[in-house]
């Protein structure tokens, strides 16, 4: 499973320096953070790279978003009339527009738009057959990716996943983009049945023969490697780790205002503030903090160096560059060559969580909103919710998935 880097404010330059470091990656562009001249100065540095590859997401969720730069992009249509859009040259000339922009970028597919489903019914689905259809007829250069963008309601309900899988072979597309928007506004998903049906509709596609992206991701998706997914894409902000459809509006308050420092333990699946790193040097326990090997980019070598964490220089920059860093490595180790492969992969990384954790929170050091410690049982449940559904079907066809 690989990671892509989900844009978002602020990383031009961090997307530069991580694909560079790592010798390759693909960064999803984002027109809500960039303006034209931006997305193809930043789309040519992406390409200069070696590896380096880039997507575009139209973020066509919302047709009367009213985001000042998203809108202002060419492709944006000046009007939108709901219906009558997906059945005449509008649909066209949208896409012509993002085939265009997709080709100046030089982009590695072409992820189509989709709109945001709150309820998975008739009329969405007809809406995202018709894109399909009309970019089929046309594009003749790039890859399709089909958009995929659920509400919170709809991927908590299973009969509405049930019918989009029912669906989705009509469509014969070779890739999807999922997002998914979090229910309550949550980082980590506390409902278990919201992680089972992301990582079944993942699944079903995969097993449709499609390649799949999850977009706006967090490490709790790494759960995501028991659907064999392909890539999980993940940023700096909450706001790309999640799928909040009102960033797509204006004006959107969120929480860039308020500019924390989060320090990622990979092993314990959990973010901590640096005053928490300070309680653990004192309870001498701040070693069991420290990435492992495999996982440490060197960028949180001052915060284990002996002094107190809170009096060394940690940037916001060295804490993002750090979180995808480990986030890319523990999406390399989620590669498995069987699905009971993968189940053990993520039952022992759960494991090892929740004993780390049992060490840590006696301790006094907890993660906030941010920790780990009761989505160890959701990511459980789910994986066991998952085995039922799709273990008999994915242990005989894993090697056989599109890679």
């Known amino acids: 499973m690989q990671l892509h880097l989900q844009f978002g404010y ?5 997307c530069r320096a991580l694909i560079s470091q790592w010798n390759g990656g693909t960064a ?9 001249e931006q997305l193809e100065r930043l789309a040519d540095g992406m390409n200069a790279l070696p590896g380096g ?90 890859p399709l990716i089909a958009t995929i963008a659920l509400s919170a309601e709809a991927a908590q309900d299973e009969e509405q996943i049930g019918r989009l899988l029912e669906d989705a072979p009509l469509w014969r597309t070779p890739a999807y983009y999922i997002v998914c928007e979090h229910p309550n506004g949550q980082y980590l998903v506390r409902e278990p049945n919201w992680v089972a049906n992301v990582i079944d509709l993942a699944a079903g596609l995969r097993l449709q023969g499609s390649k799949v992206i999850l977009g706006y991701c967090n490490h709790q998706m790494l759960i995501a490697e028991l659907a064999k997914v392909n890539a999980i894409a993940s940023g700096t902000w909450m706001n790309v780790r999640s799928f909040p459809p009102d960033k797509f509006k204006a004006p959107y308050d969120d929480e860039i205002k308020q500019r924390a420092t989060w320090y990622y333990c990979p092993q314990a699946l959990s973010e901590y503030k640096i005053p928490f790193l300070d309680i653990a040097k004192r309870q001498k326990i701040l070693p069991l903090m420290a990435p492992p090997p495999d996982l440490d980019g060197g960028f949180v070598a001052a915060l284990f160096g002996g002094a107190q964490p809170s009096s060394v220089p940690f940037s916001e920059q060295a804490a993002f560059r750090h979180y995808l860093h480990c986030l890319r490595g523990q999406c390399a180790s989620a590669t498995a060559t069987s699905f009971d492969a993968a189940i053990a992969t993520h039952e022992r990384r759960l494991d090892d969580a929740e004993a780390l954790l049992q060490r840590l929170t006696p301790a006094g050091i907890r993660g906030q909103l941010r920790d780990f410690g009761e989505i160890v049982d959701v990511n459980r449940a789910a994986m066991e919710l998952f085995k039922t559904l799709r273990g008999s079907v994915l242990r005989r066809r894993w090697a056989g998935l599109p890679v």
Request: net charge negative; glycine share 4%; with cysteine.
């Open 28 to 36: 999803i562009l984002s027109p809500r953070d960039l303006d034209n």
């Open 10 to 14: 602020g990383m031009m330059e961090h």
């Open 53 to 142: 590859e880039c997507l575009l997401d139209p973020q066509f969720y919302l047709p009367h978003a009213d985001h000042e730069r998203l809108c202002s992009h060419a492709y944006w249509p000046a009007e939108y009339e709901t219906g009558a859009f997906f059945q005449g040259p509008a649909l066209t000339k949208l896409l012509r527009e993002l085939r265009q922009l997709n080709s100046r970028l030089r982009c590695s597919a072409f992820i189509l738009p989709g709109l945001l489903a709150a309820v998975i019914d008739d009329d969405w689905l007809a809406t995202q057959r018709a894109i399909v259809e009309e970019a089929k007829a046309k594009e003749r250069d790039l």
